[in-house]
């Protein structure tokens, strides 16, 4: 049952080229049968006629063009400036969405003034029953900053058997679908658009924790994702962003201290990342690991910058915060201890 107090829904599809990826999406969500809600399309300076096949086929949304690509972290920020919901729901391209799945969410927020994020499931897109790369049924994270999620450790993708159907916390909610109180995210101060793309709604949901608001994960609402099923082969910029935005997390969201005390480990785990990558001669995997190591030593000042605005927004302790995180090594678990599945951790 729907309650009659539905909240306004801004969604925020970052935008850049591929319009034949756009128009599934905005099909499926034609069929959502939610009602208040509203659709902002932020294009980040699209090559391929986007901007002007936006306005002939849809001229019912928001179209927000960019003189620039600004990531998704940067896109998704300047579409909120044109948000009118209380609530901001930001959504990859290339999903497609069950009908049912923004009352779900609503109804997984409505009447808790603790939440501040929450996630549907993501299932993959070309095999339906698997449980999708890109933020599964939610995100969780190791006291060293390698994220993972229920239904996908590391590239192991686990089939959903209805496994993970219960509605609980989570430390994480993904950016391919991340509905969250446009009132928190303000205060948070936004996505970080130094991290330009992958993990900036990590980066976000660690400042929501430590402004003590929850995070949830709500299975009945359901979203497939196109990320492709066969290990798509990692690009330089993928690696490179991934190793240094966790890594940057690592040295600005954590008190001192805890800085100081997982900095070697995360250090030592960098060189076997290093190692590993020449022992199978992955030069990308290589440079990018070393350039990501370039880039944080380069950069005291945005670190000291970013660990300011962290303190700012602070209300709870590390402490506090810590008992959401998997108490270990995920990258131990998984590699040396042979995990595969999170409920075997």
Not at 62 to 87: F, H, P, Q
Not at 206 to 211: C, E, F, G, H, N
């Amino acid at each position: 049952t729907m309650s009659s107090n539905q909240p306004f829904i801004s969604i925020i599809i970052p935008h850049w080229n591929g319009i034949d990826i756009l128009s599934e999406c905005l099909d499926s969500l034609k069929k959502s049968t939610y009602e208040d809600k509203e659709i902002i399309v932020v294009d980040n300076a699209s090559t391929d006629g986007s901007q002007a096949w936006i306005k002939e086929n849809h001229p019912e949304i928001t179209l927000i063009e960019n003189d620039d690509n600004y990531g998704y972290a940067g896109g998704c920020n300047r579409g909120v400036s044109s948000a009118k919901g209380d609530w901001l729901l930001f959504l990859n391209n290339d999903t497609i969405q069950e009908s049912d799945w923004l009352e779900h969410l609503a109804n997984s927020v409505s009447g808790q003034d603790d939440i501040a994020a929450a996630q549907p499931k993501i299932r993959n897109y070309y095999k339906r029953k698997l449980f999708d790369y890109a933020g599964g049924a939610g995100g969780h994270i190791d006291l060293f900053c390698y994220p993972f999620a229920k239904g996908r450790i590391f590239l192991e993708q686990e089939e959903d058997n209805g496994q993970y159907d219960s509605a609980e916390d989570i430390f994480w909610a993904s950016g391919t679908a991340l509905m969250v109180r446009k009132e928190a995210f303000e205060q948070a101060g936004g996505f970080d658009e130094i991290f330009f793309a992958h993990q900036e709604e990590i980066d976000l949901c660690w400042r929501l924790q430590l402004m003590g608001k929850r995070i949830v994960f709500e299975p009945h609402a359901v979203v497939y994702h196109k990320n492709a099923v066969s290990l798509p082969m990692h690009s330089f910029q993928k690696y490179y962003l991934n190793h240094r935005n966790s890594f940057f997390m690592l040295l600005t969201n954590y008190n001192l201290p805890l800085t100081l005390y997982f900095l070697p480990v995360r250090l030592a785990l960098e060189f076997v990342a290093i190692a590993y990558a020449l022992f199978k001669w992955d030069l990308r995997h290589f440079g990018a690991v070393c350039k990501s190591l370039f880039w944080l030593l380069t950069h005291p000042l945005v670190i000291l910058k970013k660990r300011r605005s962290v303190r700012r927004v602070r209300i709870k302790y590390d402490k506090e915060v810590l008992n959401q995180f998997y108490r270990g090594s995920i990258v131990f678990a998984h590699y040396i201890r042979g995990i595969k599945k999170y409920s075997d951790l």
